[in-house]
């Protein structure tokens, strides 16, 4: 993605208090997806300063602060703002002092506060910054919930994915995005998938048109964004292909580095996609609970082999 949040984003977001006003932020980005408490900058040390990160103050800090002869923190409050910080926050509804708003104003630190508490605060912003900062990509396909199981149905143009969302749903399943997802990185073990804000919650059907899935099945029907945890690839059957008819061995796809199991699932007239995807989920859930299906399956065959060999 590259680029930042921008700072009214961040404002609007975690419900920030703006205590300078005065302050232009109209051009203000933070890029790193990750806070400081400056602590040990109050009490005079700078090296290693993450200044480019917001910046959250907490009791101790205030604490500590009020602890200092007035000369002394003047210097510390000017220089601590010298630093190109994109903003302060205060937590607890902790209201800084007059000199200190003033000294911010003359630096253009623009500075917040509010009422959450500060591991609350610090754990929140953080969290929806690594959403918001993590590399994203765009590809085509299908995300529905299906069980709690976030599944991507991909799949060439006109093949049913579609269709096969619309019965998903109507099964009382949760539509995320249809045609196009967004996926981001969130960790090395989680992606989430999103719809672009232009077709969130609406289905489009060759021969139909545009459904709004959302005023059509409520809004249980609907999800903002969920991890994807699973890829069904649907195919045109094919006579000369051989398929994995046992699911022993575990077949993958990557996405922004991300490994996800994948099943290719073969389309005839006659096949009813909601079923096998709804298959597919339970079966994986199964498998993540530590009951593989095929592994019975090759158990049962080999104990009964070994009873006709004796």
């Known amino acids: 993605m590259g680029h930042g949040i921008r ?68 210097e510390i409050y000017d220089r601590l703002l010298q630093h190109p910080i994109p903003c302060i926050v205060f937590c607890r509804d902790m209201q800084p002092e007059d000199d200190f708003l003033e000294l911010a104003r003359n630096h253009g630190v623009p500075v917040y506060k509010t009422v959450k508490q500060t591991s609350d605060f610090t754990a929140e912003i953080i969290r929806w910054m690594n959403v918001r900062l993590a590399p994203c990509i765009s590809i085509h396909g299908v995300l529905v919930d299906v069980y709690g199981v976030g599944v991507l149905i991909m799949g060439e143009s006109g093949i049913g994915k579609s269709e096969a969302a619309l019965e998903l749903i109507k099964r009382g399943h949760r539509l995320v995005t249809d045609d196009v997802v967004e996926i981001r ?4 073990e989680t992606l989430v998938g999103s719809a672009p804000d232009i077709t969130k919650h609406f289905i489009e059907l060759r021969g139909i048109g545009i459904v709004d899935v959302k005023s059509m099945f409520g809004v249980q029907s609907v999800r903002e964004t969920q991890n994807i945890d699973l890829v069904i690839t649907l195919e045109d059957w094919s006579r000369d292909k051989e398929y994995d008819r046992l699911g022993l061995e575990e077949e993958y796809t990557e996405f922004l580095g991300n490994k996800v199991v994948c099943h290719s699932i073969p389309i005839r007239p006659g096949r009813n996609l909601a079923i096998i995807v709804e298959s597919a989920a339970v079966n994986h859930r199964q498998k993540q609970m530590g009951y593989n299906a095929a592994q019975e399956l090759y158990k049962r065959v080999q104990e009964n082999l070994a009873k006709k060999m004796q």
């Open 7 to 74: 700072l009214s984003e961040i404002v609007e977001k975690m419900d920030l208090k703006n205590l300078t006003p005065e302050v232009d932020t109209s051009e203000t980005e933070v890029n790193i997806p990750d806070v400081n408490r400056p602590a040990l900058q109050l009490a005079g040390f700078f090296d290693h300063f993450d200044s480019n990160r917001v910046q959250i103050i907490g009791n101790v800090e205030y604490t500590y602060v009020q602890t200092l002869t007035d000369e002394r923190r003047g």
């Open 185 to 188: 990185k969130v960790s090395d």
